[in-house]
């Protein structure tokens, strides 16, 4: 993580479906944000470790995502695949504050330059 | 010769050699007999049977879980019609027998049916006892004894009204939990201060009075009933203290009598029961009784268990083995309500010489009771936790002395050998003796010879070779123990398949308890089924939502959420993330405008792909999501709808040219096709279903591979199914032939619900048909017209709310969410 957080609003937490997920369009690519059933948010890249399968699309259960192409399970506290494969997605800083959702901007762009 | 003479042959041959047994009754206790006789000395004897019942032999036990709605009657069949044909019994259904003539060795039935026996068995049960309070005779009063009693309250249920129940022993408890669970209203009247006071104290009588309560059944104690008060049916029950309780329902369970009525008309001893010796003969040695009827050194009996040991005795007795003797033994009951646990064994009432040790953890809910004497065993009383009783029950058979293990005996065998064990190493611990089926009467022994001799694998096996566990099913768990033990990592539990690691219930158990507990949503679902995960997984959550839906046309509100994305933006997610379209062309028919609609649309959103599909119709691929919404807008104007290309349900029903152009065709195969799919579109099954019609055998539209087909003849139409070409390869079955068009769509209609209503989620119609029997399907759909009809309107009914275009309403608005993004940080990032 970058030394300074910089944290923007990308939008209300309302505005994700419980167990559900949406998208925020970044430079480096799509950033898929997910709501859980016990309304925690987690931001995780739109982008299944196994074959770059849109996670945002997949079907939330507890802090999980089952990827919609090939059923891979992600951890989205962690971005890795559970069970027997392997294989990690990039996790980002998200906080939830007066029922915004914030980003780590910073840590975004941080992402972008790694890329 | 003709036929006639030899048919005279045989049966002059039949009466040289062969006895005629006569049974009286076809209860639980001959039916075990019969089985034992045909198992020790087959073709010895005709049979027949006079059955007052119209039905075949069932299990009795089994009447509470039917009544619940947790099992069908033919779950709860012992010998279905194909076993009286197997052993050339002749059983007369609906037949009482009324009179037995002993000197011309007859028996008469009331449709005056004479029929002479060599041997005769009477097996006429119990009555229930109606206690003879005004009112009793009034419609709505009803026992609790035998399957028409059980749908006369399922018909009562089905208004929800008021039920009383009077008697608050295991039946009446088991009555009231039943008619709970069909939404009825329910109060239980009991005579005494404390429920089941002869098993239990009273604070563990409270206990038990809680957790009936905790049901939403009220129960009313020291409840002595004056009169039944109604006109033409019962409207209210009075009490002796002036209570006068409504009633649309009165259920008597307050105790049975042995029916020995017929055996004492016929000159035969009789006490309470009709008397028997060792042999299982009655005064006259020609005749036997067994079962509730008999009478045995004064007692009478009202458990299976000591039934079937008469059974087995008979059965000796019959086949020629005079040693065959009666020795009665204790007996064991459990209370068959799901979620209450309460066994008893042996002697349990309170005398001078006996000691009682007893524990108690109200907070637990438990209670555990052993009765004492001499350093025996010889009752035992457990609630809450019943997990022990099986070793309490060998200790109380045995009689074994346990003054060496007094101190820690009520905590059970995992104590006795001083630290605690697992279940199944408790299991593992048991004598070869322990009886594990009460029931049946099989012990550990017996098992575990079974499994390692017949190379038994699961628990179907071993309840076929063994019976264990195969009547009131209270055992299973201690049985699958056994198999794990006795197998070790060779057992894989395949009995029930779970649905998923959230739940140990299977798909069939699921659908059964969505409808026997009214559950309407997923999380009402997960919470009254125990579901182990917080929110499912990516397997339970689609079947979950397919099962509701197809359950609760019109009431249950679809949870996108727990589709695949397929099904949640009514597109094909394709490898790159980019979406396909398919729009429907109704039987394979287009026309210059769709044509046009479409080439239109894919220049607009510069769509890369355009094809023709396997299933013909055309396919847009490389959709980007965000155009998904203003693709499906044009299209609309066109005319078109989703193709559910995507979808668990209808996707295309292929068609031929038939008579429209073909010389060969013999019907508007066409024209039917795109009824077919005009009447069936939008509907959710449990995995694809894919139509056909052909206008002749020569089948262009390739119908004898597909889930359903038709393939038109001259004289009508000839309607296959269960068909496969995809991950297998299988020809169509058969289901029947029709003549007219109305009557293909009225089957077709009809065989789509059953499969909505028995399928499996994911299990596609070849499967589906090959689970349940091709014939089971045939008869339901084609032979039984009513039964036709029925699922027909259901799928009406059910079309009412699915035939809604999911392209329309999008378009339209809704799901705005799933092809927006939440933000868009380039412009900001560019910004930096
Ligand atoms: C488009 C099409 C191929 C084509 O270009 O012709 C097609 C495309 C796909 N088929 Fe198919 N099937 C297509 C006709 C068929 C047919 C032929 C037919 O319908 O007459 C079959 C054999 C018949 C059958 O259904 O058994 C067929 C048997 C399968 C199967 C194997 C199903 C099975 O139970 O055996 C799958 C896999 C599955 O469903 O799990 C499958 C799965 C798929 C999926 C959904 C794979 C996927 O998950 O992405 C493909 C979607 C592509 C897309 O985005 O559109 N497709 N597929 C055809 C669309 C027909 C239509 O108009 O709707
Ligand atoms: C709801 C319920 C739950 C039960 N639960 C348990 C349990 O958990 N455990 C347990 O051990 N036991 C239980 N029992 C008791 C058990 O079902 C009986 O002990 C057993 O069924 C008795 O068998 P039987 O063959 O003697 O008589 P039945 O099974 O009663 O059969 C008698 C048959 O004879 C027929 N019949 C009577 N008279 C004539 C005639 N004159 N001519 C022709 N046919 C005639 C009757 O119609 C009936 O079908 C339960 C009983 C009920 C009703
Ligand atoms: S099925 Fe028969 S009628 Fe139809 S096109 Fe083929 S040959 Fe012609
Ligand atoms: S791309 Fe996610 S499982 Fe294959």
Redesign the interface.
Known sequence: MTAKAKW?D??ALD??????A??????AG?IA?FR???NEAFAIDDRCPH????LS??????RAV?C??H?W?ISLETGAATGADKGQTKTYALKIEGGR?L?D?AE??AG?VAA | MTMKSLELVRSTKATAHRQRLVVIGNGMAPGRALDKLFEAAPGAYDVTIFNAEPRVNYDRIMLSPVLSGEKKFEQIVIHGDGWYVKHGVTLYKGSTVTAIDRTAKTVTSARGITVPYDKLMIATGSLPIVIPVPGHKLAGVLSYRDLDDVEAMLLAAKSRGTAVVIGGGLLGLEAAAGLKDQGMDVTVLHLMPTLMERQLDPAAGHLLQRAVEARGIKVITKANTKAILGEKKVEAVLLEDGTRLPADLVIMAVGIRPNAGLAKDAGLDVGRGIQVGTDMRTSDPDIFAVGECAEFAGQTYGLVAPLYEMATVIAGQLAGDASATFTPSVTATRLKVTGINLFSAGDFADAKDREDIVLRDATRGIYKRVVLKDNKVIGAVFYGDTTDGAWFFDLIKKGSDITAMRETLIFGPSYAGGSALDPTAAVAALPDEAEICGCNGVCKGKITTAITQLGLKNLDDVRAHTKASASCGTCTGLVEQLIKVTLGDAYNPTAVQPMCACTNLGHDDVRRLIVAKDLKSIPDLMQALEWK??????KC??ALNYYLVATWPGEYADD??????NE??HAN?Q?D?TYSVVPRMWGGMTSAKELRAIADVVEKFNIPSVKCTGGQRIDMLGVKKQDLPAVWADLNKAGMVSGAAYAKGLRTVKTCVGTDWCRFGTQDSTGLGVKLEKFLWGSWTPAKLKLAVSGCPRNCAEATCKDIGVICVDSGYDIHFAGAAGLDIKGTEVLGHVATEDEAIEVIAALTQLYREQGRYLERVYKWAKRVGIDTVRQQVMDDVERRKALHGRFVYSQKFAQIDPWAERAAGKDA?EFA??????F???A?
């Open positions: 923007v990308i939008g505005s994700i479906p419980v167990r559900g949406r998208v925020v369009k970044t430079r799509c944000v859980t059933a016990e074959k770059q399968g849109p699309q997949g079907i939330v259960h507890g089952t919609p192409l059923n399970v959702l980003l901007a975004v762009a972008k | 995960t917080s929110c499912g997984c990516a959550r689609p996108s959420q727990s589709r695949y994305i949640r933006v997610i490898k993330g969410h993004p939440l933000a868009d940080l380039t900001k990032e560019a930096e």
